[in-house]
């Protein structure tokens, strides 16, 4: 765990940098929630079309801002669902990328309590190298549902219904493949989406060798890095202050800006 530092100033809190940072309006929660059924949908589509390149884009969209954005404010529960609710759709927007939300939720939740230690099993790509960081990326998703499977307490009879629906839906898309190959294609194209999982979450935002928590993860600025992300680059924002739901991160962001200053952290600026 990150040690305080009595040189940097103390964290604002939330209810200084504002408490609307909590709160979404119910046509962002309903969007977030019909996008990754809308992919799928669209994908089926272009693919029964075969114009697979428009629905390639749909499931690279479905795979980035499932894990990145959407099923990450399941697992901390930021869209101010009712709880039955939130697990419900946490488990089936995830098994559309054949992963188990819940084991994601175990994996991701010990990362921002535990990061870097040697137990973060999320967070370790950041202390290996570019070529083992891609080979895990390889891996990465069996594991994360075997260690969730054998850690999970009050929730490992759902991990383990989850994993059995993986298993089951990616039988289902291979072997319905002599009669049309999309749902193959959807399969694979998932599962190898999840492969950039530890590069993008866990090697390029984390910095294991910091000594507080602001300086072990990255802190990103400029037009271009929010592009490419899909205004996603808030990492260390999001470590920061978890509460905050994935549309305000780029508000928080901004409110945060003058304490990165005051603090010291130098952003890796990419654009203007």
């Known amino acids: ?20 940072l909590l709160r979404i309006s119910r046509f962002q929660r309903v969007v977030s929630l019909v996008i990754p059924f809308f992919c ?19 499931l690279v969209y479905l795979s980035f801002v499932t894990y990145g954005s ?16 939130n697990e419900s759709f946490l488990t089936l927007i995830e098994l559309l990328a054949f992963r188990s939300g819940h084991a994601y939720r175990l994996a ?17 790509a950041a202390k290996m190298s570019f070529s083992r960081t891609i080979i895990e990326g390889m891996i990465f998703q069996p594991r994360i549902m075997l260690w969730a499977a054998k850690r999970a307490q009050n929730t490992r009879s759902l991990v383990i219904f989850e994993i059995v629906m993986v ?3 990616l039988v289902l898309c291979f072997a319905s493949i002599r009669a049309t190959p999309i749902f193959a294609v959807y399969a694979a194209l998932m599962i190898m989406g999840s492969w950039i999982i530890p590069l993008v979450t866990s090697y390029v935002p984390h910095n294991p060798a910091g000594k507080t928590v602001l300086s072990q993860t990255r802190l990103f600025r400029g037009k271009i890095a929010s592009i490419i992300a899909l205004e996603h680059l808030y990492h260390l924002e999001h470590h920061l202050y978890p509460m905050v739901p994935h549309q305000n991160w780029p508000k928080l962001a901004r409110r945060l800006d003058p304490y990165f200053k005051m603090a010291g952290v130098a952003p890796v600026v990419l654009g203007l």
């Open 70 to 85: 959407i099923s990450h404010d399941l697992v901390h529960r930021t869209l101010g669902l009712p709880r039955s609710i």
């Open 1 to 20: 765990m990150p040690v305080p530092d009595p040189e940097i100033p103390p964290l604002p809190s939330i209810a200084t940098l504002g408490t609307d």
């Open 167 to 169: 298993a089951l839906l």
């Open 108 to 124: 991701h939740l010990h990362h921002h309590a535990h990061f870097p230690h040697d137990d973060d099993i999320e967070g370790a």
């Open 40 to 58: 799928v949908g669209t994908y089926l589509v272009f693919a029964s079309l075969k114009i697979w390149p428009l629905a390639v884009l749909c």
